[in-house]
């Protein structure tokens, strides 16, 4: 069944998501039994798009696939498990990686991408599944250059609402304690943290912080306005890459202009609340730690611990690589 998902407002033009069932009954029922489901992704990456094509280096923007394999799993989730519409999508845990970045280098034409989607779902209840583990092989102009990878988990508005006041007392509790508080001391020029437009500049400059660390401020009223949720999963990726790749500069000498996220994965331990200061804290080991390593080509990589806290409670633990492509 070919079908064209409702996907975010950030996503512009024609888009296929393809079912590729294993039982004849889901060509009939158009729903799919609760188990490892199949499906081909595919549109054309963004050009002139105020996000997504807001890139300073000559690479296309490695957030537009991780978004479009998060939003075609939910669509397929109501569509094909049945997953009712009032459960509200958390993400567990979530993560991509370049295996080729031959293709991911902007050739100055449209670029067609392809995602070949394995859902699977998990903890079924009734034949409703409780949350969706997504895997994806990455595909740009027919040429497989990379993965990523989800793990959903759809609660009830009870459940949802619990955690999240759990999760706000304790940070409050912190604050007030004293945990968690860094002024701001500016925000970076776009071209710093890999954009063209000051718009989309999520994290304001590091101050250092305990045992070398370099904290960066997250820009929230920024980032709602850009990514249009209160703390959507696509900021903890956007901000890390942001914070690695200037954090890979201050720390290393790398050239963001040609610098390129080729490793990220972001495990999440609760809510973050929008209207709470929250910071991203970067660890990097020395060079001679193994913090920079070199590949078969002899280029850099930089490797990076990214913890995304509120007061002191942790909200997400990112690690990821920063490639230095020269």
Same mark, same amino acid.
């Given at each position: 069944?070919?079908?064209?998902?409702?996907?975010?407002?950030?996503?512009?033009?024609?888009?296929?998501?393809?079912?590729?069932?294993?039982?004849?009954?889901?060509?009939?029922?158009?729903?799919?039994?609760?188990?490892?489901?199949?499906?081909?992704?595919?549109?054309?990456?963004?050009?002139?798009?105020?996000?997504?094509?807001?890139?300073?280096?000559?690479?296309?923007?490695?957030?537009?696939?991780?978004?479009?394999?998060?939003?075609?799993?939910?669509?397929?989730?109501?569509?094909?498990?049945?997953?009712?519409?009032?459960?509200?999508?958390?993400?567990?845990?979530?993560?991509?990686?370049?295996?080729?970045?031959?293709?991911?280098?902007?050739?100055?034409?449209?670029?067609?991408?392809?995602?070949?989607?394995?859902?699977?779902?998990?903890?079924?209840?009734?034949?409703?599944?409780?949350?969706?583990?997504?895997?994806?092989?990455?595909?740009?102009?027919?040429?497989?250059?990379?993965?990523?990878?989800?793990?959903?988990?759809?609660?009830?508005?009870?459940?949802?609402?619990?955690?999240?006041?759990? /999760?706000?007392?304790? %940070?409050?509790?912190? #604050?007030?304690?004293? @945990? *968690?508080? =860094?002024?701001?001391?500016?925000? +970076? $020029?776009?071209?710093?943290?890999?954009?063209?437009?000051?718009?989309?500049?999520?994290?304001?400059?590091?101050?250092?912080?305990?045992?070398?660390?370099?904290?960066?401020?997250?820009?929230?009223?920024?980032?709602?306005?850009?990514?249009?949720?209160?703390?959507?999963?696509?900021?903890?990726?956007?901000?890390?890459?942001?914070?690695?790749?200037?954090?890979?500069?201050?720390?290393? /000498?790398?050239?963001? %202009?040609?610098?390129? #996220?080729?490793?990220? @994965? *972001?495990? =999440?331990?609760?809510?973050?609340? +929008? $209207?709470?200061?929250?910071?991203?804290?970067?660890?990097?080991?020395?060079?001679?730690?193994?913090?920079?390593?070199?590949?078969?080509?002899?280029?850099?990589?930089?490797?990076?611990?990214?913890?995304?806290?509120?007061?002191?409670?942790?909200?997400?633990?990112?690690?990821?690589?920063?490639?230095?492509?020269?």
């Amino acid at each position: 069944m070919d079908i064209v998902p409702e996907l975010s407002p950030f996503f512009r033009g024609p888009q296929h998501l393809v079912h590729k069932p294993e039982s004849p009954e889901a060509f009939l029922l158009d729903a799919g039994a609760p188990v490892r489901q199949s499906f081909t992704y595919a549109t054309e990456l963004p050009e002139g798009h105020p996000l997504f094509d807001d890139v300073a280096a000559p690479f296309h923007d490695l957030l537009f696939p991780v978004e479009a394999l998060r939003h075609a799993a939910l669509f397929a989730a109501r569509q094909y498990f049945r997953v009712p519409p009032q459960r509200i999508t958390a993400v567990s845990a979530s993560g991509t990686e370049i295996t080729d970045v031959t293709p991911w280098r902007r050739s100055g034409g449209p670029a067609r991408l392809a995602l070949e989607l394995a859902l699977t779902p998990v903890n079924v209840i009734t034949g409703v599944p409780r949350g969706l583990e997504c895997e994806a092989v990455v595909s740009i102009g027919g040429r497989r250059c990379g993965t990523a990878g989800a793990e959903l988990v759809f609660l009830s508005p009870g459940v949802h609402r619990g955690h999240r006041e759990a /999760g706000r007392r304790q %940070s409050e509790q912190s #604050l007030l304690a004293g @945990h *968690g508080q =860094f002024t701001v001391t500016g925000v +970076p $020029a776009p071209e710093r943290v890999g954009r063209r437009s000051s718009r989309n500049v999520l994290v304001g400059l590091p101050v250092e912080g305990e045992d070398e660390r370099l904290v960066f401020p997250v820009d929230l009223d920024a980032a709602g306005q850009v990514l249009g949720d209160e703390v959507p999963a696509a900021l903890f990726l956007e901000a890390s890459r942001q914070a690695a790749l200037m954090a890979a500069a201050e720390l290393h /000498g790398f050239v963001t %202009s040609h610098a390129l #996220l080729t490793h990220w @994965h *972001g495990a =999440f331990r609760g809510f973050a609340e +929008p $209207a709470l200061p929250l910071h991203c804290a970067v660890h990097a080991q020395k060079p001679d730690e193994g913090g920079v390593v070199r590949d078969a080509a002899g280029q850099p990589t930089a490797r990076l611990r990214l913890d995304f806290l509120q007061g002191d409670r942790e909200v997400a633990r990112v690690s990821a690589s920063v490639l230095q492509d020269c």
